[in-house]
């Protein structure tokens, strides 16, 4: 069953009681990126990751807002980028 895409989601808990992080997402490339640094998996289908990070996990999480550039931007961008091809 395909989860659409307003409905994707993870969420990240840490437990500070046994000090592991908790991830549940539906959120494919999440459910790919973080399969391999799962220790005790709950629920683990195509479309579902649950369960606790492994303590061999050693990587970190990371919010960020997406930046949105003006067209004035974008535009220097490309330049820039022109620039560094052409040396």
């Given at each position: 069953m395909k989860i659409s895409r307003s409905e994707q989601e993870t969420i990240v808990i840490y437990d500070v009681e046994i000090g592991k992080w908790h991830i549940d997402t539906t959120y494919p490339p999440h459910v790919r990126k973080y399969t391999p640094a799962m220790g005790k998996i709950e629920?683990?289908?195509?479309?579902?990751?649950?369960?606790?990070?492994?303590?061999?996990y050693?990587?970190?999480?990371?919010?960020?807002?997406?930046k949105t550039l003006t067209d004035e931007q974008r535009?220097?961008?490309?330049?820039?980028?022109?620039?560094?091809?052409?040396q």
């Amino acid at each position: 069953m395909k989860i659409s895409r307003s409905e994707q989601e993870t969420i990240v808990i840490y437990d500070v009681e046994i000090g592991k992080w908790h991830i549940d997402t539906t959120y494919p490339p999440h459910v790919r990126k973080y399969t391999p640094a799962m220790g005790k998996i709950e629920e683990k289908t195509q479309d579902r990751l649950a369960g606790w990070i492994s303590d061999e996990y050693s990587g970190s999480f990371m919010t960020r807002k997406r930046k949105t550039l003006t067209d004035e931007q974008r535009q220097q961008v490309v330049e820039q980028l022109r620039k560094g091809q052409e040396q």
